[in-house]
Structures are given as structure tokens and as C-alpha cells.
């Protein structure tokens, strides 16, 4: 008698600590989910970052050639 109660309790203690170990591996993987996305997002903005100085680089460049469009044709002005 006493020595099945004893089994069902360290039964009882093996279920608590499994369902202990499966509660903390999921919340573990929960959290590291999360963090991959944080770093994802975190690499879709210096991507983002990146694009946005690239097409301001793009119009700097074609804001400088307008200029020199312009000193063009305002010395073609003057020759003329």
C-alpha cells in the first residue's frame, strides 16, 4: 500500500517535471521566434535604409548632371 502510493507520487512528480520541461523548451522556441523576426525586420530596414540612400544618390546624380545641363546651355547662349 505504501509502496504504491510512493510509485504514484513519483509518477505524479515525473509527469510535473516533464510537462515543466516542455512548458520552458516551448517558451524558449516562442522567444527565439520572436527574436529571429526582430532581426529580420531589423535587416528589412537597414535594407530599406540602404534603398533610400541609394535613390538619393540616384537623384543627386541626376540633379548635378541637370546643372551641368544648364552651364551647357547657357554657354552655348553665350557663344551664340
Same mark, same amino acid.
Given at each position: #500500500? #505504501?509502496?504504491? #502510493?510512493?510509485? $504514484? #507520487? $513519483? $509518477?505524479?512528480?515525473?509527469? $510535473?517535471? /516533464? !510537462? /515543466? &520541461? /516542455?512548458? @520552458?523548451c516551448k517558451c524558449l522556441?516562442? =522567444?527565439? =521566434? =520572436?527574436?529571429?523576426?526582430? /532581426? *529580420? @525586420?531589423?535587416?528589412?530596414? *537597414? %535594407?530599406? !535604409?540602404s534603398n533610400i540612400s541609394?535613390?538619393?544618390? !540616384?537623384? %543627386?546624380?541626376?540633379? !548635378?548632371?541637370? &546643372?551641368?545641363? &544648364?552651364?551647357?546651355?547657357?554657354?552655348? *547662349?553665350? =557663344?551664340?
Open positions: #500500500q #505504501q509502496q504504491q #502510493q510512493q510509485q $504514484q #507520487q $513519483q $509518477q505524479q512528480q515525473q509527469q $510535473q517535471q /516533464e !510537462i /515543466e &520541461i /516542455e512548458t @520552458t522556441l516562442f =522567444k527565439t =521566434k =520572436k527574436l529571429i523576426l526582430y /532581426e *529580420i @525586420t531589423n535587416i528589412n530596414n *537597414i %535594407s530599406n !535604409i541609394n535613390i538619393s544618390s !540616384i537623384s %543627386s546624380i541626376s540633379s !548635378i548632371s541637370s &546643372i551641368s545641363n &544648364i552651364r551647357n546651355v547657357s554657354n552655348i *547662349i553665350l =557663344k551664340t
